[in-house]
């Protein structure tokens, strides 16, 4: 019979998993509040669980049918996400050096943080050509390299970026690793030769450079070094001197704190910097409105994964009112922000909440014909997935990551949590769908 020692959040959520019931549903079962068994589901294998309820615990695990100890031991040993173990990353991976480079010099520490991070590449990311050549441009001083790189004239530097942020959305990744492995050396002469209203825009544009170089590791799961990116965004950012650009960078910022664990931080940054672009802006165009949105929603996410509802429904409340002023669905200043846009993100909220029906329900109220960024609508299907398979609807679950195939290949062939979704359908499902669900796997290139 399955046993537990010493109950950890991780284990709680397996086994409420494998019982199939909501958070709601399990509290109520232990007597528990809900936002105990939330913080449990958001918290894993970092929280330990009261005397009271270790002996809860013990007691469902006890009258457990066998079916459900099977799931039970199934979800334990593949982590509180249900990852498989083949692409669970490495804790040291998270604390890599961050490869800051001081006096231009290549020194032994990067050499042995480009070995590491070549290692954490086929070990703990999503397996892309690109990665590594992108990891060495991020790490490496900007003059190592086959050859000395060479300024970009400015209008030349901002239709290569816009080019990165447009392919980015698009969902073609390994066309940005490419782009990105390409400009990022050419950062420190481009800047260089830039004198007066020049080099403020290259640090603007720079600013958003190292937002794509972010977004993108996070996309494939190198979540260390995203926060490297995250971190440079800001510095460009600053340099700038530009409300929207400093506003922009603690967009990637905070998604770079919420990815690493550090959701208190990630609210508290959104919410600081939304309100300072209110002060210093008054929100008189159509970027900072945007903006100012984009950053209120990535906080309420934030919030969402702290067990903060109050926080987190505060800050859907102004998104959107800020949607409202907008006033349409775009995509200023690469935010895709507006109503719609709102929409998606009360979806991703549910589901960090623990509430897979509620963000089933939402889902089903957004307007696809309104999604225009493949990226956008392939997070939403993504979403859908997981909540259809934390619901217990395995084909459904199967059924949505076919469509997000359809719409964006590279973000489920990328994706580590598409590869954890895969490994809990394959892990739950029976019969004909498990079998359905391993194909589907194998053909799209991911690991069950």
Known sequence: MATVTNWTGQDANALRRALRMSVTGFAEHLG??????????????NIQLRADMQAALDTVLARAAPDVLERFEALRGQGTSGALAATTRPPAAL??????????????????????LQGATVGGMAALPGVTP?????????????????????RDFARDVATAKAAYQACRYEQVLGRLATLLPALAPTRAEAEGDQRTRIDALTSDLYHVVGSVLLKVGDRGMALVAAERSAHAGAASQDPVAIATSARIMTHALMSNGHTRQARNLAENAAGTLERDTHLRSTDQVAVYGALLLRGAIAAARSDDRDSAQAMIDEATRAAARLGYDGNDRWTGFGATNVQLHQVNIALALGDAGTAIAL??????????????????????????????????????????YDVAPEELRCRPAVQRIAGDLA??????????????????????
């Open 134 to 154: 992108l990891l060495d441009a991020l790490v490496s001083a900007p003059t190592v390299g086959p050859a000395e790189p060479v300024a970009l004239p400015l």
């Open 363 to 404: 889902a089903r109220q957004v307007p696809l014909d309104k999604i225009h960024l493949a990226e956008r609508k392939a997070s939403l299907f993504v979403d859908v997935a997981r909540a259809y398979t934390q619901w217990g609807r395995y084909e459904h679950g199967l059924n949505v990551l076919r469509i997000a």
């Open 427 to 448: 892990a739950l499902s029976r019969g004909h769908v498990r079998t359905e669900v391993i194909e589907f796997a194998h053909r799209i290139g991911i690991p069950v």
């Open 32 to 45: 528990a509040a809900r936002r105990t068994v939330a913080k449990w589901s958001s918290q894993g294998e």
């Open 95 to 116: 604390d890599a050096d961050t490869g800051r480079d001081n006096d231009g010099v290549e020194s032994d520490g990067d050499v042995q943080r480009r070995q590491f």
